[in-house]
Protein backbone atom coordinates (compact mmCIF):
# COMPACT_ATOMS: atom_id res chain seq x y z
CA UNK A 1 0.00 0.00 0.00
CA UNK A 2 1.37 3.59 -0.95
CA UNK A 3 1.76 6.61 1.31
CA UNK A 4 0.50 9.60 0.35
CA UNK A 5 2.54 12.97 1.07
CA UNK A 6 -0.09 15.98 2.56
CA UNK A 7 0.76 18.97 0.65
CA UNK A 8 2.87 21.35 2.70
CA UNK A 9 1.59 25.33 3.37
CA UNK A 10 3.29 28.14 2.19
CA UNK A 11 5.80 29.24 4.42
CA UNK A 12 7.40 31.64 2.48
CA UNK A 13 9.02 34.44 4.51
CA UNK A 14 7.93 33.19 7.68
CA UNK A 15 10.92 33.91 10.29
CA UNK A 16 13.38 30.94 11.29
CA UNK A 17 13.90 30.30 14.70
CA UNK A 18 15.17 27.70 16.97
CA UNK A 19 12.26 26.89 19.46
CA UNK A 20 14.43 24.63 22.04
CA UNK A 21 18.09 25.53 22.84
CA UNK A 22 19.45 22.04 23.96
CA UNK A 23 22.80 23.33 24.57
CA UNK A 24 21.81 25.58 26.88
CA UNK A 25 19.03 23.11 28.53
CA UNK A 26 22.33 20.74 29.10
CA UNK A 27 24.40 22.68 30.47
CA UNK A 28 21.94 24.47 32.74
CA UNK A 29 20.56 20.27 33.90
CA UNK A 30 24.30 19.48 34.66
CA UNK A 31 24.88 22.17 37.06
CA UNK A 32 21.42 21.92 38.67
CA UNK A 33 20.65 18.09 38.12
CA UNK A 34 20.63 15.56 40.52
CA UNK A 35 23.68 12.98 40.62
CA UNK A 36 22.04 9.87 39.51
CA UNK A 37 22.89 6.19 38.31
CA UNK A 38 21.40 5.25 35.31
CA UNK A 39 20.57 1.33 34.57
CA UNK A 40 18.87 -0.26 31.96
CA UNK A 41 16.23 -2.73 32.24
CA UNK A 42 16.00 -5.90 30.47
CA UNK A 43 13.09 -9.00 30.60
CA UNK A 44 14.95 -11.76 32.19
CA UNK A 45 14.48 -14.98 30.14
CA UNK A 46 14.06 -16.82 32.48
CA UNK A 47 10.44 -17.13 32.12
CA UNK A 48 10.76 -19.88 29.69
CA UNK A 49 7.34 -20.87 28.96
CA UNK A 50 5.67 -20.28 32.26
CA UNK A 51 4.10 -16.81 33.08
CA UNK A 52 6.28 -16.69 36.00
CA UNK A 53 9.84 -15.77 36.48
CA UNK A 54 12.09 -18.06 38.73
CA UNK A 55 12.50 -17.45 41.98
CA UNK A 56 15.27 -18.87 41.81
CA UNK A 57 17.04 -17.10 39.11
CA UNK A 58 20.29 -15.35 40.05
CA UNK A 59 19.61 -12.32 37.29
CA UNK A 60 16.32 -11.00 38.56
CA UNK A 61 15.72 -12.33 41.81
CA UNK A 62 12.63 -13.88 40.72
CA UNK A 63 11.42 -9.60 39.65
CA UNK A 64 11.35 -10.97 36.09
CA UNK A 65 13.79 -7.44 35.07
CA UNK A 66 17.10 -7.63 34.85
CA UNK A 67 19.42 -3.86 35.31
CA UNK A 68 22.72 -3.36 33.18
CA UNK A 69 24.69 -1.01 31.92
CA UNK A 70 24.80 1.26 34.96
CA UNK A 71 25.86 4.91 33.93
CA UNK A 72 26.47 7.92 36.15
CA UNK A 73 24.75 10.83 35.25
CA UNK A 74 22.42 13.75 36.14
CA UNK A 75 18.91 14.71 35.58
CA UNK A 76 16.21 17.15 36.78
CA UNK A 77 13.97 15.48 39.42
CA UNK A 78 10.30 17.07 40.95
CA UNK A 79 7.18 15.86 42.40
CA UNK A 80 4.31 15.37 40.74
CA UNK A 81 1.98 17.83 41.89
CA UNK A 82 -1.59 16.50 42.66
CA UNK A 83 -4.03 17.86 44.82
CA UNK A 84 -6.28 15.12 46.91
CA UNK A 85 -8.31 17.25 48.74
CA UNK A 86 -11.91 16.30 48.25
CA UNK A 87 -11.13 14.47 45.30
CA UNK A 88 -10.42 11.03 44.52
CA UNK A 89 -7.19 9.57 45.53
CA UNK A 90 -5.83 6.11 44.17
CA UNK A 91 -2.78 4.26 45.85
CA UNK A 92 -1.01 3.74 42.50
CA UNK A 93 0.32 7.06 43.08
CA UNK A 94 2.47 6.77 46.41
CA UNK A 95 6.00 6.94 45.20
CA UNK A 96 5.87 9.07 41.93
CA UNK A 97 8.18 11.13 40.71
CA UNK A 98 9.26 13.07 37.12
CA UNK A 99 12.62 13.27 36.06
CA UNK A 100 14.25 14.71 33.25
CA UNK A 101 17.42 13.49 31.56
CA UNK A 102 19.98 14.56 29.16
CA UNK A 103 19.04 13.79 25.40
CA UNK A 104 21.87 11.42 25.21
CA UNK A 105 20.39 9.41 28.19
CA UNK A 106 17.70 7.24 26.60
CA UNK A 107 15.65 5.44 28.91
CA UNK A 108 12.98 2.99 28.22
CA UNK A 109 10.14 1.13 30.57
CA UNK A 110 11.69 -0.30 33.89
CA UNK A 111 14.66 1.66 33.70
CA UNK A 112 16.58 1.91 37.53
CA UNK A 113 17.35 5.47 38.14
CA UNK A 114 19.27 5.73 41.33
CA UNK A 115 19.62 9.04 43.12
CA UNK A 116 23.52 9.24 43.91
CA UNK A 117 23.14 11.48 47.00
CA UNK A 118 19.66 11.80 47.99
CA UNK A 119 18.70 8.97 50.43
CA UNK A 120 15.75 7.63 51.96
CA UNK A 121 13.87 5.84 55.42
CA UNK A 122 12.61 2.36 54.89
CA UNK A 123 11.18 0.27 58.05
CA UNK A 124 10.27 -3.26 57.19
CA UNK A 125 9.76 -6.72 58.83
CA UNK A 126 12.58 -9.45 57.28
CA UNK A 127 12.26 -12.93 57.88
CA UNK A 128 15.64 -13.98 59.26
CA UNK A 129 17.50 -16.65 57.40
CA UNK A 130 20.11 -18.91 58.64
CA UNK A 131 23.64 -19.64 56.82
CA UNK A 132 27.10 -20.17 57.15
CA UNK A 133 27.84 -18.80 53.88
CA UNK A 134 26.83 -15.14 54.39
CA UNK A 135 27.57 -14.67 58.19
CA UNK A 136 29.34 -17.55 59.12
CA UNK A 137 30.24 -15.46 62.74
CA UNK A 138 26.67 -13.52 63.34
CA UNK A 139 24.47 -17.01 62.43
CA UNK A 140 21.31 -15.70 60.92
CA UNK A 141 20.48 -12.57 58.17
CA UNK A 142 18.20 -10.71 56.94
CA UNK A 143 17.80 -9.73 53.30
CA UNK A 144 16.44 -5.81 52.65
CA UNK A 145 14.21 -4.34 50.04
CA UNK A 146 16.84 -1.78 49.17
CA UNK A 147 20.62 -1.56 49.41
CA UNK A 148 21.36 -0.44 53.13
CA UNK A 149 23.96 2.22 53.78
CA UNK A 150 23.00 3.28 57.54
CA UNK A 151 20.97 0.87 59.96
CA UNK A 152 18.81 2.88 62.26
CA UNK A 153 17.38 0.40 65.03
CA UNK A 154 16.41 -3.63 64.47
CA UNK A 155 13.94 -5.14 67.23
CA UNK A 156 12.65 -8.16 68.18
CA UNK A 157 9.31 -9.04 69.28
CA UNK A 158 9.50 -10.75 73.39
CA UNK A 159 5.71 -11.36 73.75
CA UNK A 160 2.58 -9.49 73.73
CA UNK A 161 3.13 -8.19 76.95
CA UNK A 162 6.80 -7.63 77.06
CA UNK A 163 8.08 -4.22 75.62
CA UNK A 164 10.35 -4.86 71.88
CA UNK A 165 14.10 -6.19 72.54
CA UNK A 166 16.04 -3.62 70.77
CA UNK A 167 19.51 -4.89 69.14
CA UNK A 168 22.70 -3.29 70.21
CA UNK A 169 25.02 -2.21 67.24
CA UNK A 170 27.45 -4.78 68.05
CA UNK A 171 24.71 -7.47 67.78
CA UNK A 172 24.57 -6.38 63.69
CA UNK A 173 26.54 -5.69 60.29
CA UNK A 174 25.62 -4.99 56.80
CA UNK A 175 27.03 -7.72 55.30
CA UNK A 176 30.68 -6.42 53.15
CA UNK A 177 29.58 -8.40 49.98
CA UNK A 178 25.96 -7.77 49.75
CA UNK A 179 24.86 -4.23 51.42
CA UNK A 180 21.09 -5.74 50.65
CA UNK A 181 21.92 -8.00 54.09
CA UNK A 182 22.14 -7.75 57.45
CA UNK A 183 24.11 -10.02 59.51
CA UNK A 184 22.37 -10.27 63.15
CA UNK A 185 24.24 -12.46 65.83
CA UNK A 186 21.74 -14.62 67.81
CA UNK A 187 23.45 -13.93 71.01
CA UNK A 188 20.62 -11.64 72.36
CA UNK A 189 17.50 -12.93 70.45
CA UNK A 190 14.82 -14.36 72.96
CA UNK A 191 14.01 -18.12 73.28
CA UNK A 192 11.07 -18.28 71.52
CA UNK A 193 12.48 -16.09 68.65
CA UNK A 194 9.72 -16.39 65.92
CA UNK A 195 11.86 -15.37 63.29
CA UNK A 196 11.00 -11.53 61.94
CA UNK A 197 13.22 -8.82 62.66
CA UNK A 198 12.00 -5.28 62.39
CA UNK A 199 14.90 -2.81 60.52
CA UNK A 200 14.81 0.59 60.16
CA UNK A 201 17.35 1.93 57.49
CA UNK A 202 18.45 4.53 55.04
CA UNK A 203 19.15 3.88 51.67
CA UNK A 204 19.74 5.53 48.04
CA UNK A 205 16.57 6.48 47.10
CA UNK A 206 15.69 4.25 43.76
CA UNK A 207 13.17 4.27 41.27
CA UNK A 208 11.95 2.61 38.15
CA UNK A 209 10.58 4.51 35.02
CA UNK A 210 6.72 3.51 34.81
CA UNK A 211 5.46 5.88 31.93
CA UNK A 212 7.26 7.90 29.01
CA UNK A 213 4.81 10.82 28.42
CA UNK A 214 7.53 12.63 26.27
CA UNK A 215 9.51 10.09 24.95
CA UNK A 216 8.96 11.07 20.91
CA UNK A 217 9.25 15.21 21.06
CA UNK A 218 11.40 17.05 18.42
CA UNK A 219 12.99 20.64 18.30
CA UNK A 220 14.42 22.06 15.39
CA UNK A 221 17.79 24.46 14.91
CA UNK A 222 19.21 26.79 12.32
CA UNK A 223 22.02 27.47 11.02
CA UNK A 224 23.52 30.56 10.19
CA UNK A 225 22.65 29.99 6.36
CA UNK A 226 19.06 28.83 7.35
CA UNK A 227 19.54 25.17 6.93
CA UNK A 228 17.20 23.20 9.76
CA UNK A 229 18.33 20.21 11.10
CA UNK A 230 15.60 17.92 13.63
CA UNK A 231 16.97 17.12 17.24
CA UNK A 232 15.35 15.22 19.56
CA UNK A 233 14.48 16.34 22.92
CA UNK A 234 15.47 15.77 26.44
CA UNK A 235 12.95 12.76 28.16
CA UNK A 236 11.17 12.62 30.44
CA UNK A 237 9.27 10.41 32.43
CA UNK A 238 7.46 9.14 35.09
CA UNK A 239 9.07 7.02 37.90
CA UNK A 240 7.97 5.15 40.87
CA UNK A 241 9.86 4.01 43.69
CA UNK A 242 11.25 0.19 43.29
CA UNK A 243 9.24 -0.93 46.32
CA UNK A 244 6.36 -0.66 44.99
CA UNK A 245 6.83 -1.73 41.56
CA UNK A 246 9.33 -4.97 42.10
CA UNK A 247 8.29 -5.80 45.84
CA UNK A 248 10.97 -7.83 47.42
CA UNK A 249 13.97 -9.33 45.83
CA UNK A 250 13.92 -13.13 46.84
CA UNK A 251 17.84 -13.62 46.74
CA UNK A 252 17.37 -15.40 49.99
CA UNK A 253 21.04 -17.07 49.92
CA UNK A 254 22.83 -13.72 50.09
CA UNK A 255 25.08 -14.25 47.23
CA UNK A 256 25.18 -11.27 44.64
CA UNK A 257 23.23 -11.33 41.42
CA UNK A 258 25.22 -12.13 37.96
CA UNK A 259 26.41 -9.00 36.16
CA UNK A 260 25.04 -9.19 32.60
CA UNK A 261 25.90 -5.48 31.82
CA UNK A 262 28.30 -5.26 28.27
CA UNK A 263 29.34 -1.22 28.16
Not at 17 to 46: H, K, Q
Not at 200 to 215: A, E
Not at 220 to 228: D, L, P
Not at 249 to 260: H, K, L, M
Request: glycine share 6%.
Amino acid sequence: MSTRTQTPPSVLNYPKVDIFNRGDFDASLWENGYDIILEEAVVCPCKGLSSDSRSTCENCLGTGWVFINPIKTRAFITSINRTTKFKDWSPEFIGTMAVTLLNANRIGFMDKITLGKNYGLMSEVLTARTSTVTSPTYGKFVFGTYRMTEVRSVFVFNGDTNSLIKLAAADYHINDDNSYVLDIKTTNLPVDFNGKISVSYRHNVTYNVIDLPHDFRLTKEYSVNGKRKDYEMPVQAIARKSQYELGKASNYAGNNISDNSYL
